[in-house]
C-alpha cells in the first residue's frame, strides 16, 4: 500500500530568536567590519580554533571568508533591534561520505562590543534548534581550548555535555593546554525545551513548532 505523507507544520518564518534576527551574509561595509574584527581578535581566533596564528590576511573578506562560507551548512550574521552585523554563527557543512551520521560543528562569534549580554547564548540555542529542526542533525558538537573560558561558560551553561578531553594537545603562547570536546544530542535538546523556560523564551514563536517526538 501507498505510504501517505502529511505536512504537521504550516510554512514559518524561523531566522529569527527573542532578540535577534540571522541574515545571510552580505556584502556590505558593517559585515566587512565584523569579519576584520574577528580576523584580528588574537583571543578569538586562538580560542576557537587550533590553528597556528598567522599575521592578518589582506582582503581577508574575499579570501578566506568566501571559502568558509563554501563549507557551511549555515552561515547567518546575527543583528539585533539596533545594529546590524553583531556576530556570526555557523554550522559545519557535512561531505557527503559522512552525511549519514548527522553531526555537525557549531562556531559562534560575538563581536566585541556586544559580548555579556546573552546574544552568543541566544545565537546558538537558535543554531542548535535550526540544526536538529530544519537540517534534520542527531548531533551538534564543538572542541574549545580548554582556555577559552567564554566558550567554555557558554557551552556547559546552555547544557552541552562535556564529552572528551585531549590532554596537552593544544600549544598556545608556551603552555600546554586541554582540547576538549562538548556534544548534545536531539533528544536531550528536546528535553531541554520541555524542561528549562530559557529556551522557549529564547525560541519564542518557533517553539510551538517543536521537535516531532519519536523522530531521532
Ligand atoms: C564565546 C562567546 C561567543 C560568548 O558570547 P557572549 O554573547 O559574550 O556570551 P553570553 O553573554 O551569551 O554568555 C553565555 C554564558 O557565558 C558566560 N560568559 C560569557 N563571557 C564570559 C567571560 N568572559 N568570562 C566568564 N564567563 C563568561 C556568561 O556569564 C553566561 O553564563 P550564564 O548563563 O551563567 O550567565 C564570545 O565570547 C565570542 O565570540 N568569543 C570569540 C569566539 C569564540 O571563542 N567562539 C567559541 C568557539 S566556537
Excluded at 547567518?76 to 557543512?93: F, M, Q, R, T, Y
Amino acid at each position: 500500500m501507498k505510504k501517505k505523507f502529511m505536512t504537521c507544520v504550516a510554512p514559518f518564518y524561523h531566522f529569527k530568536s527573542a532578540r535577534l534576527d540571522y541574515y545571510n551574509a552580505t556584502d556590505d561595509g558593517d559585515y566587512k567590519y565584523l569579519i576584520e574584527e574577528m580576523h584580528q581578535d588574537v583571543a578569538s581566533l586562538s580560542g576557537s580554533s587550533p590553528k597556528l596564528l598567522q599575521p592578518r590576511l589582506v582582503d581577508v573578506h574575499t579570501t578566506s571568508e568566501k571559502c568558509v562560507v563554501d563549507k557551511c551548512l549555515l552561515r547567518a550574521v546575527i543583528d539585533n533591534d539596533e545594529c546590524k552585523n553583531i556576530g556570526i554563527v555557523s554550522l559545519k557543512a557535512i561531505p557527503p561520505e559522512l552525511a549519514h551520521h548527522r553531526c555537525t560543528e557549531v562556531h559562534i562569534y560575538i563581536g566585541n562590543k556586544y559580548r555579556g549580554l546573552g546574544y552568543g547564548a541566544e545565537a546558538t540555542t537558535w543554531a542548535t534548534w535550526y540544526a536538529f529542526q530544519m537540517a534534520g542533525m542527531h548531533r551538534i558538537q564543538v572542541s574549545i581550548p580548554s582556555f577559552n573560558t567564554p566558550a567554555t561558560k557558554l557551552f556547559e551553561g546552555l547544557g552541552f555535555a562535556e564529552e572528551g578531553r585531549q590532554r596537552s594537545s593544544i600549544w598556545f603562547n608556551g603552555q600546554w593546554h586541554d582540547n576538549v570536546l562538548y556534544g548534545v544530542l536531539k533528544n536531550e535538546f528536546r528535553d531541554w525545551l520541555e524542561t528549562d523556560s530559557r529556551f522557549s523564551y529564547i525560541l519564542g514563536d518557533l517553539n510551538n513548532n517543536c521537535l516531532l517526538d519519536g523522530d531521532f
